[in-house]
């Protein structure tokens, strides 16, 4: 009796063995190899990104790469993943010393980890040296170690203020006479007596606002040796303010924790929130994935603590990576360079992506930046660039520390879900995120 | 020779397992081997490792994330033996009844949702525990003049979202193996309780559920080890492996989050050993517990 039984229960787990066995998932990502006019001797180069757009400025890059390069020409293989998956992927391919591309993208995020180390990068310093005086000085900090510097930077980043003024008018707000968060407030209160929605977003998933709020006051998150101080007087101040703003109902937190997400996205198309302080970048996402609010948007700076102090901060970052077992490497530093610096590059970074570029000359050219013609400047009430000129001077910069990742980590999780869902004391929850920081990076 | 060794009778026993021990060595022993090596090293990128004796394991011990992601994989465990036991064997004594219609079509009804992939079960489960007012759950609770929940913001109703997930996937699985057991239960003892005017719930309790209790065993099993080791479920639920004050972190969750995310592939391997130990000390005490060491009689 019990010998059959011994027997029923081991085909059944035999059953549910190799029926474990059948479940693997793939999650291979889109691949597409770019010709761009190259012919068939052309070295292939494979790159790896997160995001699908950065794609296609390769591909007119490329182009006229292997125009201008007859005898270096390049065929690149671009593949697109997850945000998440491709970092792990790429991540583990770099440890284990197989399967990496020759050219990939790493969020700044996420950039710190792949410098721990040794990093499996290749130092860019020589090709970036042609560039180097053209481009925003603190963008390639951003993306380097001891000296050497490992990611060519997109854009700038500098965060603005994207008002929707078919709310603001049904209330009554006028945005170009907000300069201080205490004007934002009145505004705010307004908005939400005449018109029952919210002026903006208290964000619990990331730390674009609690970057802001340092940005204003002059500090980061780290200290200048690069230790977390996530307890500071300062972010103290600046998330108390945005925790009374929540509780004067012209904040309210949003499905997706914060506007750059798909949830947040259909929120705001749907004209629930009237604002959102975010990096220069987000213009790219109002205009693919917000197409109700074309022509309702105008961008001004971001309301202030006190008159006088900075207006804005470099908001996120991608660095484009040539990694240590690349085919050819001096190849692929060469592209990258040219793909991401020069100042056509950074001229079609603007046109095809719509991020502000790292090349600040291209700011002021005119017809690139009022092209009638380009998207961007058509979905916009105000022309983004007169705004970015006007606050050029006071763009802050977060640094990226070893101690960033975890940084917010902590914060993005679990401090800023209990300051704006839980209501928690602000000076308590990030004590105890500090303590949480120091922990984990012990 | 050779003709004498492939017929002996003494060899072919050993050539028969030995694919599997092959297999258990090379991708079992093996990678323990390994992850227990690594647990007591600090692995950084580029390769370098160095010996850290128990450093990792301290660490461990001190750290509130991890102890957090154990009460939740060990609560989700919990939780999900109460529903994922009595609810399937009951389903089974039903399908099982000789009154019972649509059979076959209630059997394939629960068993279907197993065939669903995880990751699209759990992106449409978050999308309907969404916190939005138009989300499906919210929505229904809405008729009856409920205010919108966060279901994925908060501690119980994340939970909520997570059992309902395993509650609808596993239930079918579950039920198979009680209506495998229940068909080795010989129709006799029945009859013979029934000509003794046993009542269909003394038959349930006296005769279903004691000689279904090799089948319980094994359900028990290996819920406790799938209950440990959940990770896809909130990964998907959560749209990635941070939930707001980690309120869906499992031990594998932490695990991936230290060694992949992270890339701090010692202090991960320290978190696998660790789950392996809690594993599998609740399962020999279960097992202990349930008889199933003692000698066959």
Known sequence: MKKKWLVILLVLSMVTFLWGCGKSSSSGGKSSVLEGGASESATQLEYWTFVELHGQHFQKMLEKWNAAHPDKQIKLKVTVMPYDDMHNKLSIALQTGQG????????????????????????????????????????????????????????????????????????????????????????????????????????????????????????????????????????????????????????????????????????FNKGNYASMMMP??????????????????????????????????????????????????????????????????????????????????????????????????????????????????????????????????????????????????????????????????? | MVKRFLYSQKVAPYVFVLPFILVFLLFWVYPLGSSVGMSFQKITLGQSASWVGFANYAKLMGDGIFLKAVMNSVVYMVLTIVILVPFPMLFAVLINSKWMWAREFFKSAFFLPALTSVVVAGTIFRLMFGEMDTSLINSFLGLFGIEPIKFLKGQTTGFIALLALATWRWTGVNMLYFLSGLKNIPEDYYEAASIDGASSFQKFTRITVPMLKPTTIYVITISIYAGLAMFIESMMLWNGNNSPKNIGLTIVGYLYRQGIEKSDMGYAASVGIVLLVVAMAINLAQLAFTGMFKKED
């Open chain 1, 100 to 267: 990496a591309p020759d050219i990939a993208d790493i969020e700044v995020g996420k950039f710190p980890d792949f410098l721990k180390g040794t990093p499996q990068l290749e130092p860019l310093n020589d090709v970036i040296e042609p560039y180097k005086d053209t481009i925003v000085q603190s963008r390639l900090n951003m993306y380097s170690k001891d000296g050497n510097y490992y990611g060519a930077p997109t854009h700038v980043g500098a965060a603005l203020a994207f008002y929707n003024t078919e709310i603001l008018e049904q209330a009554g707000v006028d945005y170009t006479k907000i300069d201080t968060w205490d004007d934002y407030k009145k505004a705010g209160q307004q908005v939400y007596e005449k018109t029952g929605k919210y002026m903006g977003t208290a964000d619990t998933s990331a730390l674009w606002q609690a970057s802001m709020m340092l940005a204003e006051q002059g500090k980061d998150f780290t200290d200048d040796a690069g230790n977390p101080v996530v307890n500071s007087p300062e972010l103290i101040k600046g998330l108390t303010i945005l925790q009374d703003l929540q509780k004067s109902n012209v904040l309210a937190t949003i499905a997706g924790g914060q506007p750059d997400t798909e949830e947040a996205y259909g929120e």
């Open chain 1, 280 to 442: 220069f970048w987000i213009m790219s996402r109002f205009v693919n994935y917000m197409p109700d609010l074309k022509g309702k948007i105008a961008i001004a700076p971001i309301p202030v603590i006190e008159k006088g102090q900075p207006r804005s901060y470099g908001g996120g970052g991608t660095g484009t990576v040539v990694t240590k077992t690349a085919k050819n490497v001096q190849l692929a530093k060469e592209f990258v360079a040219y793909a991401k610096l020069s100042l056509d590059a950074n001229i079609e970074i603007w046109n095809t992506l719509g991020f502000d570029p790292v090349n600040m000359e291209v700011w002021s050219m005119k017809d690139v930046t009022h092209n009638p013609d380009n998207k961007f400047i058509q979905y916009f009430k105000n022309n983004p660039f007169d705004v970015l000129n006007e606050i050029k001077d006071g763009i802050q910069q977060i640094k990226s520390t070893p101690a960033s990742p975890t940084i917010n980590n902590v914060l993005g999780t679990t401090a800023l879900n209990e300051i704006f869902e839980d209501g928690k004391d602000v000076t308590e929850a990030l004590n105890e995120a500090q303590k949480q920081i120091e922990q984990q990076l012990q």
